[in-house]
């Protein structure tokens, strides 16, 4: 079992997010969860990920229950962005030893290779603050690319697809199924049609988990 | 230099009025200062001084001391209203952006905006703006008034006044330079607080804090080492101007002495002279330190001025 859920409860002080969740999900499966906007889906999530601690019920990712063992098996992608204002070198490793070639697999499998090729100072070349050096399409993919070098047995993807147009739509979506692949994903969305692909699809709605 | 200009002009009546008072105060100051001298020479002649010149004297005084009052309340009000139509400029600024612009501020930067630069032009405002056009004020009329009265020696005594206004030009300018240096490293830094904050949640899941903390300790030094650069420049270029600035008082005494004893000038005249000398070479002494002040002021204007949104632009 890669995510064991067991009457989960969680809320924001006076106001209850989630109702007793079960839920579990084997090695590799991929499952989606869709819901409204404000429904708690990201919150859930952000449990998932080992960001925000369990009030009630159990969590297990890979056998791990506290946050700290959780966050190390589990990797995400955001529909916001969020890059250091660091090199994208730096972005992909954030500050750990990995070596050239773990880099390099990563950068391709995330469809960054050619156009950090064609940047003057390569993989160093520093992404701005809030990455306003690059642009949304290329954020994302170096946010994939950190995803991907870290090797977290699950990934998580918060409405990861959500706010793709065009020509970006494709390399990322192509990144995000580098990044997928052999693991056990979760996706929330708020489109029922980012979800396709997922052998399993849930609703949460009022705080609880439905069969969608 | 736009905003600075919609600043006055906006509140023109005041300023105006700042400095019709400075004008009068001076013109005060120097009538005392006549004063002064037709005493000390009535004196130097053992005569006794007559009692309509020592009441002209008090009521002299009076008059400096209501101006000088006047003064430090006009120009107090004009600079607060002055900091006031800036900080509302900027509030209203906010209030005409759409959501996206907003969404993509960063929180710290536009803090540090408040803070910094629009805390530092409302200080140089209240502190420097009127005290600088009243040492203007004053330097122009005293130096006119020294001219009638001793032409050789106003001009013999001031003349290496114009090595200290070249070097002036040149040290303010160097300062600037390594001011805008050390608040653009100050607004990195600041930035980088916010971004801290925003990008928290990846930081945790990709245990990056080591990496972060890297970043910051490297924005961290380059503000330090461009406030000493800034502290260090500006301290050695001050101190050669300090030095400058005495030369014009030991001209001033040498040949003004040599001229009380050969008979062409009358010892009150000196007096005067070594008495509003301060009018003159004070302002030129403190001239680097203010244009730089000055310089600073404009490079914040400058930096603030698209964030700023006064009626009418």
């Given amino acids: 079992m890669s995510i064991h859920i067991e009457n989960l409860s969680f809320s924001y002080g006076e106001k209850q997010i989630l109702h007793d969740i079960n839920l579990d999900i084997e090695s590799g499966e991929n499952i989606g969860i869709v819901g409204v906007s404000g429904c708690g889906k990201s919150t859930l999530l952000k449990l998932l990920a080992g960001l925000y601690s369990v009030q009630s019920g159990i969590i297990e990712v890979c056998g791990a229950r506290r946050p700290e063992d959780i966050r190390k098996n589990v990797a995400m992608v955001m529909q916001s962005t969020m890059l250091f204002p660091a090199s994208i070198k730096d972005n992909i490793t954030c500050g750990h030893p990995l070596s050239d070639e773990a880099i390099r697999q990563a950068c391709d499998a995330a469809q960054l290779t050619e156009w950090i090729a064609s940047l003057p100072d390569g993989i160093d070349t520093f992404v701005g603050e809030r990455g306003g050096k690059v642009s949304g399409g290329q954020a994302q993919r170096i946010a994939i690319a950190r995803a991907i070098a870290k090797n977290a047995p699950v990934v998580l993807l918060d409405e990861a697809t959500s706010a793709l147009d065009g020509e970006t739509s494709k390399a990322v979506l192509s990144a995000l199924e580098s990044l997928t692949r052999g693991k056990t994903v979760v996706r929330v969305s708020h489109r029922p049609e980012d979800l396709s692909g997922c052998s399993r699809i849930y609703r949460l709605e009022g705080g609880r988990l439905y069969n969608a | ?313």
């Fill in chain 2, 1 to 313: 230099m736009d905003l600075f200009k919609k600043l006055l002009c906006k509140r023109i009546g005041l300023v105006v009025l700042t400095v019709c008072i400075s004008i009068i105060s001076i013109a005060v100051s120097l009538w005392w200062n006549a004063q002064l001298s037709m005493i000390i020479n009535t004196i130097n002649a053992y005569s006794v001084v007559p009692v309509s010149s020592i009441i002209t004297a008090g009521v002299t005084i009076l008059i400096s001391m209501g101006a000088s009052y006047l003064l430090g309340i006009c120009s107090g009000w004009t600079c607060e209203t002055l900091a006031h139509d800036l900080r509302m400029g900027y509030a209203r600024h906010f209030t005409t952006l759409s959501i996206t612009e907003i969404e993509n501020m960063n929180a710290g930067e536009q803090l540090s905006r408040l803070q910094n630069e629009i805390g530092d032009i409302s200080v140089f405002i209240r502190t420097n703006l009127f005290a600088m056009t009243d040492d203007m004020v004053r330097f122009i009329a005293t130096l006119s008034w020294m001219l009638r009265l001793n032409p050789k020696l106003t001009l013999l005594s001031n003349a290496p006044s114009i090595i200290i206004i070249w070097y002036t030009i040149y040290s303010s300018k160097l300062i600037g330079n390594a001011v805008q240096k050390r608040q653009q490293a100050n607004a990195d830094m600041n930035g980088f607080a916010d971004t801290l904050i925003s990008i928290f949640p990846i930081l945790r899941l990709f245990d990056a804090t080591q990496l972060i903390l890297k970043q910051y300790n490297e924005a961290l030094e380059r503000w330090e080492s461009a406030s000493i650069s800034e502290e260090s420049r500006r301290a050695k270029l001050m101190s050669l101007s300090a030095l400058m600035s005495c030369i014009p008082l030991l001209l001033l005494i040498l040949i003004g002495g040599t001229q009380v004893i050969e008979g062409s000038t009358a010892i009150g005249t000196l007096y005067v002279f070594i008495n509003l000398s301060g009018n003159v070479s004070g302002v030129m002494m403190n001239m680097p330190g203010r244009i730089a002040l000055f310089r600073r002021f404009f490079a914040d204007l400058k930096r603030i001025e698209p964030y700023v949104s006064l009626p009418g632009r």
